[in-house]
């Protein structure tokens, strides 16, 4: 059964006009059932829930979940997120095996790692994203991409995360220079870049992957000059969506950007130098993260 259904109450003047690209396709249909009871049993959360993606029952049919450790209470108050902000949970050290556990049940080849930011822990979480690395990639044939926080610009952290080595290292620059201390207050660009320099130069050197956002405030000048410097940083895979805000107290929308331009958006971004680039009004960070995966890989063998 496919659903269309308008996105969730609009969060200001600008959002009540949704243009009709903006849609989603409910499906209750191919492997929906399985997955959203396996999430049960293992009382995982996902961030295609948490953060009201709009791709989740697609995701969802297709077999596939970005599974979200570390609880599912932030640290930080970004603009742009559905996430809760709250003092958060102790750590639940039984999280990388439950993570394992899903992926064999469910058959999972890719199998996406993500969470919340933890900046009250002493290692922001670094080592549980290590740990579940390392459970998932006892698994035959299983290939592991993290979307990790910043973790407060400490390498050492972060090269905690990558000494388990995953295949695919992710972590979102979200928007341009200009909008990053009122979108993003917590964390920082240049702290984000450096993050992703310090995975690119990381041998065995993962794919490197980040995402961002339009309809924030940004301009296309702006935003040719932010994929530059995460050309520079050593990024080769990009996510590009549209901005949804989630409520009305939320960052509003600034703009809707058409899918023929993120048709030129994508263009744009192999001419720098990605080698696989995901755009479009609904793409989000781990929008089908096993085929671009697989373009990235193929682009760099090729």
Not at 13 to 34: D, E, M
Not at 73 to 101: G, H, L, N
Not at 114 to 142: H, M, N
Not at 254 to 267: I, K, L, M
Request: glycine share 6%; hydrophobic share 40%; charged share 25%.
């Amino acid at each position: 059964m496919v659903i269309e259904a308008a996105m969730s109450r609009p969060a200001n003047a600008a959002a009540s006009r949704r243009p009709p690209w903006i849609r989603v396709r409910l499906r209750a249909a191919g492997h929906f059932a399985k997955v959203a009871q396996t999430l049960r049993v293992t009382a995982l959360p996902t961030v295609c829930e948490e953060a009201d993606c709009p791709n989740q029952s697609e995701c969802f049919s297709r077999g596939t979940a970005t599974v979200m450790i570390l609880g599912k209470r932030c640290t930080r108050q970004c603009r742009f997120c559905a996430v809760k902000s709250a003092i958060p949970y102790p750590v639940d050290p039984s999280e990388p095996e439950r993570v394992a556990a899903l992926a064999r049940e469910l058959a999972l080849r890719h199998v996406v790692v993500t969470s919340v930011t933890r900046d009250d822990l002493p290692d922001g979480g670094a080592e549980l994203f290590a740990e579940t690395i390392t459970r998932l990639k006892v698994l035959p044939g299983v290939t592991v991409e993290v979307l990790t926080p910043d973790f407060g610009g400490d390498e050492h952290l972060v090269a905690t995360v990558l000494f388990a080595e995953p295949q695919v290292f992710n972590h979102n620059l979200e928007t341009v220079r200009r909008l990053q201390p009122a979108v993003r207050p917590q964390a920082g660009y240049e702290r984000s870049l450096k993050v992703l320099s310090v995975a690119a130069a990381w041998r065995p050197r993962p794919i490197v992957k980040s995402g961002l956002m339009v309809g924030l405030g940004e301009t296309d000048e702006e935003l040719m000059e932010t994929l530059a410097d995460l050309r520079s940083a050593g990024c080769r895979s990009l996510t590009l969506g549209q901005y949804l805000a989630p409520t009305r107290e939320h960052w509003p929308v600034s703009r809707f950007v058409p899918p023929e331009q993120f048709a030129r958006y994508r263009e744009q971004a192999l001419a720098l130098g990605f080698t696989a680039v995901a755009a479009g009004p609904l793409v989000r960070s781990s929008y089908r993260a096993d085929q671009l995966t697989a373009e990235a890989r193929m682009m760099a063998n090729g």
